[in-house]
């Protein structure tokens, strides 16, 4: 029978996370658990910094970005003698089961742990919406209005100006923000991993707008494209006679109140995690795949191919252009 467990939230912080943390914890209480709020990911495990969590732990945080728990990235992790400093602290402190909550990385070492002893069980908490076991992470959506908000103002500007906006938003390696984005826009065009544009095409795009007398023109480019977007788009406009300016949306894209879709998304994530652990279950994260919520064993669903949203690439030639 199950007594204690912990959550803990690793990697890059996404909205959404706090409801998560708040599902567990109520959830393990309802179910007659002690909880425990491991501090600064991974970190804490290792450092034995966490607290016992009660109800009013998790009290007013839905709507509060960020985690409560705050996050890291340990790269030590990888390491076995590190991990087992954790498993010690952990099994001194009877902590039998974890919930992780972050992104591909932190699902690693939750399946490492799970294989010395300690049951884990890995959310998607992350703003790329690059985890193939899921249709969404926890994050993505909000991070999606908070780009939405952002660029419709540039666009005013863009539009008096008479200027081409470049305007490179997050997703680590996943064109997901700048896709959805750059579709919710109407964006001239967008640039990711999965719709690579040579420089050569958006030249000639640009070139053809301006004759169009289409004098203003918004590109959405996922980050890790371009080493510098800044001489990206000074060429652009050298080559095309836009006046072109770059922006870099940067970490205003990571912060912020969770929006409705991921703090419903978290609860239930977060409440089916704690099933999972009731059952015994260890080494694998939890999924949304069509609307239901979903577990895959942390190997498999490192392996499964992503989603490449081909009818939304198709969407880009026929109403973005
Ligand atoms: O993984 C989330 C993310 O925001 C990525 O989109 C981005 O590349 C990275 O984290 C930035 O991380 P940091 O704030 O640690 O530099």
Do not use: W
């Amino acid at each position: 029978m199950l007594h204690k467990i912990g959550v803990l939230t690793s990697g890059g912080d996404a909205p959404g996370m706090n409801c998560a943390i708040r599902a567990v914890v109520r959830a393990g209480l309802r179910f007659g658990l002690e909880v425990y709020g491991i501090n600064d990911g991974y970190r804490g495990l290792v450092e034995d910094d966490m607290v016992k969590m009660d109800r009013s732990s998790v009290s007013r945080i839905v709507n509060r970005g960020g985690t409560i728990l705050r996050t890291a990235r340990l790269r030590e992790f990888k390491e076995e003698s590190v991990r087992q400093k954790a498993v010690d602290n952990l099994r001194r402190r009877g902590i039998e089961a974890l919930v992780v909550i972050g992104g591909d990385g932190s699902y690693m070492g939750a399946k490492k742990l799970t294989e010395m002893g300690i049951n884990c069980v890995g959310l998607p908490g992350t703003i790329d919406n690059d985890i193939a076991s899921t249709d969404y992470t926890i994050g993505f959506d909000t991070c999606l209005n908070t780009i939405i908000e952002s660029v419709d103002k540039i666009r005013d500007t863009t539009e008096s100006h008479e200027r081409c906006a470049i305007i490179e938003v997050m997703g680590n390696h996943c064109g997901d923000l700048a896709l959805f984005s750059g579709i919710a826009e109407g964006a001239e065009m967008i640039i990711t991993p999965d719709h690579p544009v040579p420089e050569e095409e958006v030249i000639r795009e640009l070139i053809a707008l301006k004759a169009s007398k289409r004098a203003m023109a918004m590109i959405i480019v996922c980050e890790k494209i371009y080493p510098n977007i800044h001489e990206f788009a000074e060429r652009i406009g050298q080559a095309t006679g836009f006046e072109t300016k770059a922006e870099v949306l940067g970490r205003v894209q990571r912060g912020g109140t969770p929006s409705g879709f991921d703090r419903v998304l978290a609860a239930r994530m977060g409440a089916y995690a704690v099933d999972c652990l009731l059952e015994g279950k260890g080494g694998i994260c939890v999924g949304m795949v069509n609307n239901k919520i979903v577990d895959y064993d942390i190997y498999e669903a490192l392996q499964l191919p992503r989603d490449k949203h081909a009818s939304m690439l198709r969407l880009i030639n026929i109403l973005n252009k």
